[in-house]
């Protein structure tokens, strides 16, 4: 891993590159805002990131953060995990006992000796509810009763579409609501000729037997879901989806390229919010700079619903992201489309920090109930993003609002939106 210096001036040299963003909190530069580029040797496309100085010197989180994504994104899916039989032949999934919103991710087997830490023994032997003749895959990733968009796309989606290729005569188990399923309706609009058919879908507290189940067996270290976010499945995903949408792309009918400014809505549950004006100035500055580079792109706010109020279908919001050359916008489950991006196209995420601890959404609890910062992008739920030029900036606490309001660097995504229009759009 190679860390690249920007343009900036700086007070002093860094010893040893791989160590500039430790270095930064010994030294001074002359700007309180850099922009880091960084290089992943198995990933295809150059990773990029821009935060401000004060944060990174604040937690050392963040190289560890940086460290360990790419640790887990260059791993080899053979290497990472393989699919095994296992004689088990009924399983079902529990409800979070945290609520529908908690996300959980491990499924009980009716056995004494479940094979892996994704797996759990069942407490009781309830009847078959759902039989099903021949091979099941098993794999919970990621999931609450409650659809959540994000993590159907960033935990779920990768590992089934992978499984969907590999093993073309089993079934699936996707865990789904109990009526009126989203994740359903998702998978019916993603390939309702393919993938859609081979897909069992399991509500929680509902038993399915098998004449065979087939489970994933971690690698050596591989414990947990976050474990499993490599280069390798999201790439495959991302070309499969370009595969099965291409008359939808704006290679097969040219549009205009647009910038897209994802905003939270204020009745999302994690808050990370926004004040009107500071949203207001990242569109402005973002137009400002693309008519300084000459681009054509109009910036267009996107928060989830249409023109006229209604919810944006699935199809909706992949053409508007398949088209947009730019989206930049606070972490949230809308941003999660910038999956559907080009390749070579532009991120730039704003995300939580040290400073933003107190902010609800931005934390996680510690031992003794304390609050840990909770740092969370589309970068690393997608194994680095490998088609995206990714820039990630570091919230800021706004301070009339501590436990749910946010405040951007404006200067640092200044620095990453100069950054980003460097090189002409792909669309």
């Not at 960084?38 to 990029?48: E, K």
């Not at 991710?105 to 094979?115: C, G, I, V």
């Not at 099941?136 to 290729?165: C, N, S």
């Amino acid at each position: 891993m190679h860390f690249q210096k920007s343009s900036l001036q700086m007070a002093c040299r860094p010893p040893f590159s791989h160590m500039l963003l430790l270095w930064l909190s010994l030294c001074q530069p002359f700007s309180a805002h850099e922009s880091f580029q960084l290089h992943a040797p198995t990933l295809s496309t150059s990773q990029r990131l821009a935060a401000p100085r004060l944060a990174v010197s604040r937690q050392r989180m963040w190289p560890r953060f940086v460290q360990k994504t790419l640790e887990v994104a260059e791993r080899p899916a053979n290497r990472t995990f393989s699919i095994q039989p296992h004689n088990a032949t009924a399983f079902s999934l529990f409800p979070s006992p945290m609520g529908p919103g908690h996300l959980e991710w491990q499924a009980l087997l009716r056995s004494e000796s479940p094979p892996s830490p994704f797996y759990l023994p069942m407490s009781h032997k309830n009847q078959c509810q759902t039989k099903v003749s021949g091979s099941v895959f098993v794999y919970r990733g990621f999931t609450p009763e409650k659809f959540q968009y994000g993590h159907l796309l960033g935990d779920v989606l990768p590992m089934v579409a992978w499984i969907f290729h590999q093993y073309p005569n089993i079934t699936i188990a996707v865990q789904s609501e109990t009526t009126n399923s989203l994740v359903k309706q998702f998978m019916e609009w993603f390939d309702a000729d393919g993938l859609v058919k081979r897909l069992l879908f399991v509500p929680v507290d509902h038993v399915v037997c098998a004449d065979q189940l087939l489970l994933l067996e971690p690698g050596p270290g591989i414990t947990r879901p976050e474990d499993l976010r490599i280069a390798e499945l999201t790439m495959f995903l991302h070309r499969f989806a370009f595969q099965l949408h291409s008359q939808l792309s704006p290679a097969s009918a040219p549009v205009a390229p647009v910038a897209v400014y994802y905003q939270r809505g204020d009745d999302t549950m994690h808050t990370r919010l926004l004040v009107a004006q500071q949203s207001d100035a990242l569109i402005q500055l973002a137009q400002q700079r693309l008519q300084e580079q000459r681009r054509s792109e109009e910036v267009v706010l996107f928060n989830g619903s249409s023109s006229d109020g209604r919810a944006m279908s699935f199809e909706e919001q992949y053409r508007l992201f398949s088209r947009a050359s730019l989206a930049f916008g606070v972490h949230g489950a809308g941003f999660a489309n910038v999956l559907w991006m080009s390749s070579g196209t532009t991120a730039i995420e704003l995300m939580c920090s040290m400073d933003t601890v107190e902010v609800r959404g931005c934390f996680v609890r510690g031992p003794g109930r304390r609050k840990k910062p909770r740092p969370m992008t589309w970068w690393r739920y997608f194994g680095g993003a490998p088609w995206l030029r990714y820039f990630v900036v570091l919230l800021r606490r706004y301070q009339d609002h501590p436990t749910g309001y946010v405040s951007v660097d404006m200067e640092g995504f200044d620095l990453a939106l100069q950054q980003a229009l460097q090189t002409p759009p792909v669309v």
